[in-house]
């Protein structure tokens, strides 16, 4: 069974800095491209990064870029989201999803077919 | 970046009614479009990728279509379980924009 499970999430006062981690498994992890994806209170859903199975590829938000790094660790089917100078705009549930590639009408396509429940970031002073 | 735009921002509906969400590309994307389901306090669940392709577990009353600029995600006929918050998502380029939501409440 494909299981994502987030944790790391606290209040951290502005300016300050958290670590997020994803932890996989039930799948081939180093196979997949993760993403963090975030959901503000009261907003909708706003993807925040990405890293593909290597490392190799790479993805910010224009909203995070310079301020948050994201990692994975293979061995350890663990992505992690290292975010610094935290603003109040970024209190927001975090979730990781894996992105599965699919076939359909001989063409591919991906979507985020598994998501973790989230953990909530609360910055504020 | 491309940006997705979804109407209505929310609906009010009745168990049993056919309900249809929309969702406006801001260039055309081809048929690259997801749509996702959320509840309060759940993990997002995939429910159609490619425009109509329904993914697997999905019950058959959700249904998909579209390309270009302009899709649309039908549900047939409203279960309980289906009032929840339904958004749109690109894949046509990184990074995968969603629309705003749209919230689908019990009249």
């Known amino acids: 069974e494909v299981q994502l499970v987030e944790s790391g999430g606290n209040l951290v006062k502005p300016g300050g800095s958290l670590r997020l981690s994803c932890a996989a498994s039930?799948?081939?992890?180093?196979?997949?491209?993760i993403n963090w994806v975030r959901q503000a209170p009261g907003e909708g859903l706003e993807w925040v990064s990405s890293?593909?199975?290597?490392?190799?590829?790479?993805y910010y938000a224009d909203s995070v870029k310079g301020r948050f790094t994201i990692s994975r660790d293979n061995a350890k089917n663990s992505v992690f989201l290292q975010m610094n100078s935290l603003r109040a705009e970024d209190t927001a549930v975090y979730y990781c999803?894996?992105?599965?590639?699919?076939?359909?009408?001989?063409?591919?396509?991906?979507?985020?077919?598994?998501w973790g429940q989230g953990t909530p970031v609360t910055v504020s002073s | 970046d491309i940006q997705m735009t979804q109407s209505p921002s929310s609906l009010s509906a009745s168990v049993g009614d056919r309900v249809t969400i929309t969702c406006r590309a801001s260039?055309?994307?081809?048929?690259?479009l997801n749509w996702y389901q959320h509840k309060s306090g759940k993990a997002p669940k995939v429910l159609i990728y490619?425009?109509?392709s329904l993914q697997s577990g999905v019950p058959s009353r959700f249904s998909g279509s579209g390309s270009g600029t302009d899709f649309t995600l039908t549900i047939s006929s409203l279960q309980p379980e289906d009032f929840a918050t339904y958004y749109c998502?690109?894949?046509?380029?990184?990074?995968?924009?969603f629309g705003q939501g749209t919230k689908l409440e019990i009249k």
């Open positions: 999803a894996r992105e599965g590639g699919y076939y359909y009408q001989s063409s591919g396509y991906y979507c985020f077919d598994y």
């Open positions: 890293i593909s199975g290597s490392s190799r590829y790479i």
């Open positions: 998502q690109q894949s046509y380029n990184a990074p995968g924009t």
């Open positions: 260039q055309s994307i081809g048929n690259y």
């Open positions: 490619a425009a109509s």
């Open positions: 039930g799948f081939t992890f180093d196979s997949y491209t």
